[in-house]
């Protein structure tokens, strides 16, 4: 416990930035594992498993899959729920995110205040208002929409895809960049312009 307490122990480690080599290199590493076990990387199909186990392979044979074999990635992505709950409530550091000065003046440009202590979003993009809710619900609409027209995720396609050569996942790819920019440089300066 003592080693846990002190500034210098491993909740410390775990708190501060990494470079991105490592990251890198650990989703390399998954994915090779992945590869090599006839997997691929993905969570999208994660709703088609929790519609397997509410029962619409009975209506539909698109949900009629052996849901075993989906198990790891049922227990991957419980893992990256209960790894963020960890990293959000007892490794977050306290000060602001760190970006660029340039980006915080666009941001109050648009009534954006910065900073807001932890974390990512800002509060008066994604709040319980109605506009705030209306976000939520119709991003959430979009990227479902989106990973299931698209037959994957981002992840699904830009890190299994793209490093198993499969040209639908480079096409798809470039359209999620598409889509960025257009939201970044089209559409947000009309919701918030």
């Not at 480690?13 to 990251?23: G, I, K, N, R, Y």
């Amino acid at each position: 416990m003592i080693f846990l307490s002190t500034g210098d122990g491993l909740i410390h480690l775990a708190s501060q930035p990494w470079h991105w080599a490592f990251s890198g290199a650990m989703i390399a590493l998954v994915l090779f594992l992945l590869t090599w076990m006839g997997r691929k990387f993905g969570l999208s199909s994660l709703y088609r498993n929790v519609c397997t186990i509410a029962g619409a392979g009975k209506r539909n044979s698109f949900f009629d899959i052996d849901i075993r074999d989906e198990y790891w990635r049922m227990a991957f992505a419980a893992g990256a729920i209960v790894g963020g709950f960890i990293a959000a409530h007892f490794l977050a550091s306290p000060e602001p995110v760190q970006i660029s000065e340039a980006t915080i003046q666009h941001l109050h440009k648009w009534g954006i205040a910065y900073p807001q202590g932890q974390g990512y979003i800002a509060r008066e993009i994604l709040n319980f208002s109605p506009r705030g809710v209306l976000f939520a619900l119709l991003g959430g609409f979009f990227i479902g929409f989106g990973a299931r027209y698209g037959s994957g995720c981002t992840s699904g396609h830009a890190i299994t895809g793209l490093s198993h050569l499969q040209l639908p996942s480079l096409i798809t790819v470039i359209g999620f960049f598409i889509g960025g920019l257009t939201m970044t440089w089209v559409i947000m300066p009309l919701i918030f312009g």
